[in-house]
Nanobody
């Protein structure tokens, strides 16, 4: 059974940084795309970033416009872990952050929740002003 466990959340001042980790288990990690989403209180869960599985051409990464230039997604297949490095954090980045992965090796619309089948329990990120 696929399991995803996030860690690394916490309280940080505006302008600060955090690195989230998501440890995956239960199948061959390197073959599947991974994504990060977030959900603020009273709001819909929204796409943050995604990274494809490694192919002959390498990996591709995708970002929501509101995090471009501030957040970086990466993966370490040897550790079965995907990361989200978050810099220049803003109060509006406050949310529960979730990692997710697909059920199959096919990867479609990377920014849609329906693309992902397995989800972690989330980790809270709070940015104070």
């Amino acid at each position: 059974q696929v399991q995803l466990v996030e860690s690394g959340g916490g309280l940080v001042q505006a302008g600060g940084s955090l690195r989230l980790s998501c440890a995956a288990s239960g199948r061959t990690f390197s073959s599947y795309a991974m994504g990060w989403f977030r959900q603020a209180p009273g709001k819909e869960r929204e796409f943050v970033a995604a990274i494809t599985a490694i192919s002959w051409s390498g990996v591709a990464t995708y970002y929501a416009d509101f995090v471009k230039g501030r957040f970086t997604i990466s993966r370490d297949n040897a550790k079965n872990t995907v990361y989200l490095q978050m810099n220049s954090l803003k109060p509006e980045d406050t949310a529960v952050y979730y990692c997710a992965t697909t059920q199959s090796t096919r990867f479609g619309a990377y920014d849609r929740k329906a693309t992902y089948y397995y989800w972690g329990q989330g980790t809270q990120v709070t940015v104070s002003s």
